[in-house]
């Protein structure tokens, strides 16, 4: 399954474990600045050769990268799924990034400075999301 196919997730349909959840499996490079009922505020910071332990991210969120440096996402089985060494765009920093759900994946900082993101995990279902900006559209 793709992680966008998650856009909507509710408890019952995200098929992997809570203990892969960011803050339980990779709480090193994890943490919270801000949680309630709607979102959950995370900043993530991996200092240079930093390995991040297999972890998933549940709910789409809104990126801010602090910090840039280039990094190697692998898969559950330990595949590299993103070098961004190969052709890839430094992300402007500061500027908000949409980012689906991700699967189970770990990081590796192969860059020379820190990385450092905060992500606003967005936690109502995008049902949910519809809903509220209807009810403010009056």
């Known amino acids: ?5 998650f856009s909507a997730n509710s408890e019952q349909n995200w098929p ?8 339980v499996a990779a709480r090193d490079h994890h943490s919270i600045l801000f949680e309630n009922g709607a979102v959950r ?3 993530t910071p991996v200092l240079p050769g930093h390995l991040v332990a297999l972890h998933t991210h549940r709910w789409p969120c809104v990126l801010f990268i602090l910090s840039w440096s280039h990094i190697l996402r692998r898969n559950h089985l330990g595949r590299v799924k993103l070098d ?5 765009e430094v992300p ?3 500027m908000p990034i949409w980012q689906e759900p991700l699967a ?15 992500q606003v995990e967005i936690k109502t279902t995008r049902l949910e999301r519809t809903m509220i900006a209807f009810l403010y559209l009056d």
């Open 1 to 5: 399954m793709k992680s966008s196919e």
């Open 16 to 23: 992997w474990a809570e203990s892969l959840d960011a803050l």
């Open 41 to 43: 505020v995370v900043q």
């Open 84 to 88: 961004t060494r190969q052709a890839f």
């Open 92 to 94: 402007q920093l500061n």
């Open 104 to 118: 189970p994946h770990s990081l590796e900082n192969v860059g020379g400075t820190e990385i450092n993101t905060i």
